[in-house]
């Protein structure tokens, strides 16, 4: 991503939860009336004419002929990470902790989630503008933000700076990201995890590893991959399905559920048109146990 630059990437998901907020209050997944705050003024005006049912379907269409199944993919996978997080509360999470949070809403639209503390933590460009677009909102008291660049601060650095507390067991959201690291960044990071409180959760998306080494093999993959390249957000790292419960083992935590992208549509989209594509990409949630 470019130094001044905001990631592109995050302002499509915005688009898409924009676009599912304007359904009827029966048939969406999940209401996000903040996404499109954070839309070039483009976009927020096709967004608000999603209202309209023959406009919202051609949106789509234009959408999946362009990017195969990110737009169902992303709108399902908002819907089952809401759910996991839910649960991760409803299981004794006392703080929730949303790395990378890009333009995620959910501090502000779950009602579950106003009495105990958020945390979220970003690259400064993208940190300052979604400040400024929720400038006109009074931002609870219960929502902190933080910025970091990864070049000159580590997460332990930032921890404890602002003496972040590690003793309360904490469900973590790190949605979006991982694609875009390296192997380093991410042990790093799972070592950083390792140092919250038995009983935490982390709930993270990543991709299938063989979209990277043989992208032919999935619908789409090839040009998204160049398309995402050419925005300056390439896509560097992914995980053998097969391998990550092992990996996880390794920092403490254990694997409890591990979707792709056909999975977790079938469990909201049925009784919508059926799309392919994006099956490579994939939510994980895992449990922070006894050592």
Not at 23 to 32: A, H, N, W, Y
Not at 240 to 263: I, R, V
Request: charged share 25%; aromatic share 12%; hydrophobic share 40%.
């Amino acid at each position: 991503m470019k130094a001044t630059a905001t990631s592109k990437t995050a302002q499509y998901m915005a688009l898409f939860r924009a676009m599912e907020t304007t359904r009827s209050k029966t048939s969406r997944l999940f209401t996000d009336k903040y996404a499109h705050l954070f839309l070039p003024a483009g976009l927020r005006i096709a967004a608000r004419l999603s209202h309209l049912r023959a406009f919202r379907s051609m949106a789509e269409n234009i959408i999946h002929k362009r990017i195969p199944g990110a737009y169902t993919s992303g709108i399902a996978r908002t819907r089952l990470i809401d759910e996991l997080l839910e649960e991760a509360v409803r299981k004794g999470a006392k703080q929730v902790m949303i790395l990378g949070a890009g333009f995620d809403t959910r501090g502000l639209r779950l009602p579950f989630l106003h009495n105990i503390p958020v945390i979220e933590i970003d690259h400064p460009n993208t940190a300052k503008y979604k400040l400024s677009r929720l400038s006109q909102l009074h931002i609870p008291k219960h929502i902190r933000y933080y910025q970091i660049d990864f070049n000159r601060q580590s997460l332990d650095q930032l921890s404890a700076q602002h003496h972040f507390d590690f003793s309360l067991p904490t469900a973590v959201i790190w949605e979006g990201v991982t694609n875009y690291l390296t192997a380093e960044a991410i042990n790093s990071t799972f070592a950083f995890l390792q140092r919250f409180a038995v009983g935490s959760y982390v709930i993270f998306t990543y991709v299938h590893l063989d979209v990277l080494e043989n992208p032919t093999s999935f619908i789409g993959a090839e040009k998204l991959l160049n398309d995402v390249a050419n925005l300056e957000e390439k896509w560097t790292f992914g995980f053998e399905p097969e391998a990550l419960s092992a990996y996880l083992k390794q920092y403490g935590f254990t694997l409890m559920k591990d979707l792709g992208a056909d999975e977790y549509r079938a469990l909201y989209l049925d009784g919508r048109e059926k799309e392919e594509g994006y099956e490579f990409y994939r939510v994980a949630f895992a449990c922070r146990q006894e050592a």
